[in-house]
């Protein structure tokens, strides 16, 4: 891997992720799961946990890269919009750095839903 290189990962945020999130977190919030609440706070449905995105991005550095040998460092995220229950979403990556000295690799990225980022940020790997 090298700096300047592409990647592209679609992701779907299903109602069997949103509920074994909600089940194995026991994160019960309002505006992730009441309908009213949300409304009420001006969003069009229940808002999904940021940590979903997280997830993806775990799935990312873990599963879809090149090689196994990897363990993410550290991670910034910015939600820029509202995530929806179904909502497509595609993931952005490009290696923004590498740094040999210390086995580093640095990501920036970005999720798109519907040619809209929804949340960013930089993802930084180690080479173990």
């Known amino acids: 891997m090298q700096e300047g290189d592409k990647f592209e990962i679609s992701y779907q945020v299903t109602p069997e992720i949103y509920q074994a999130y909600i089940h194995f977190f026991n994160d019960r919030n309002p505006l ?3 309908e009213k609440f949300a409304a009420e706070k001006g969003f069009s449905s229940v808002v999904m946990h940021g940590g979903i995105m997280t997830g993806f991005l775990s799935n990312f550095i ?3 890269l090149p090689v196994k040998n990897v363990i993410i460092q550290s991670y910034k995220i910015a939600f820029v919009k509202p995530v929806y229950l ?3 979403l595609v993931l952005q990556a490009e290696i923004t750095g590498v740094y040999e000295s210390v ?3 640095v990501f920036k990225y970005a ?7 929804v949340c960013k940020g ?3 790997i180690g080479i173990i």
Not at 111 to 117: D, I, V
């Open 62 to 64: 873990g599963e879809q």
């Open 103 to 105: 086995n580093c690799i």
């Open 111 to 117: 999720f798109q839903q519907e040619q809209k980022t």
């Open 86 to 88: 179904n909502a497509q």
């Open 32 to 34: 992730h799961t009441d």
């Open 122 to 124: 930089e993802i930084s």
